[in-house]
Structures are given as structure tokens and as C-alpha cells.
Nanobody, 123 residues
Framework: QVQLVESGGGLVQPGGSLRLSCAASGNIKRINDMGWHRQAPGKQRELVARITRDDTTTYGDAVKGRFDISRDNAKNTVYLQMNSLKPEDTAVYYC?????????????????WGQGTQVTVST
């Protein structure tokens, strides 16, 4: 099994910044894609940002130019630097990780999701 532990959420004023972290642990052979989604009350979950193993990034239109995703492969950790935050960024942010797990003679793909961390942008 692969577990994800998220941290860094909280309350911030409009225009402020926050940095989210998500560390993966467990039976991991290789991590491919890492990313963040978010879900606001009454809305569908949406992509925030995604990063591949070779550092190719994709951003949701709502956050382009304000958010920056990065990863540390040695630590199996993905980060989301959020700048110029707006009230509409308020949501629960979910980390997700995809890769390979398994035993000595088996390779299995996995995709895991974190429990979510609340980000609230408000005065």
C-alpha cells in the first residue's frame, strides 16, 4: 500500500501565499505522475496541477501563472506553491500520486489519493 500525507493548508488573506506538501510512503517502486486536485463546496473536483517524472507540468486554467508545482523524487514528495491567492481558491486540496508497486517479481500500478487539506482564502 501507498500512503500520502498532506500538510500546509490553512487560512490566508487574499493576495497571500501558501505552500502545500504531500509525502508518499509505503511499498513504492517508482512514482510517475504526482499532482493536486481541489474541490470547493457544491462544485466538482478539478485539476490544479500535475507534474510528471521528467518535470513536465500541467496547470488548470484558474491557477496558471499563480501556482507552481514541483517534486523531490528522493523524498517522494510533491509541493504546490500557491501565490496571489483569491477567495475562489478556497477548497479542499487533494494530493494524488501514480506509479508502480509490488514485490520482487511483480509490478503493479497504483494511484493513491490523500485525505485532503483545507485551504481558505478570506479576510
Amino acid at each position: 500500500q501507498v500512503q500520502l500525507v498532506e500538510s500546509g493548508g490553512g487560512l490566508v488573506q487574499p493576495g497571500g501565499s501558501l505552500r502545500l506538501s504531500c509525502a508518499a510512503s509505503g511499498n513504492i517502486k517508482r512514482i510517475n505522475d504526482m499532482g493536486w486536485h481541489r474541490q470547493a463546496p457544491g462544485k466538482q473536483r478539478e485539476l490544479v496541477a500535475r507534474i510528471t517524472r521528467d518535470d513536465t507540468t500541467t496547470y488548470g486554467d484558474a491557477v496558471k501563472g499563480r501556482f507552481d508545482i514541483s517534486r523531490d523524487n528522493a523524498k517522494n514528495t510533491v509541493y504546490l506553491q500557491m501565490n496571489s491567492l483569491k477567495p475562489e481558491d478556497t477548497a479542499v486540496y487533494y494530493c494524488n500520486v501514480a506509479g508502480w508497486t509490488g514485490g520482487a517479481d511483480t509490478d503493479l500500478t497504483f494511484r493513491s489519493w490523500g485525505q485532503g487539506t483545507q485551504v481558505t482564502v478570506s479576510t
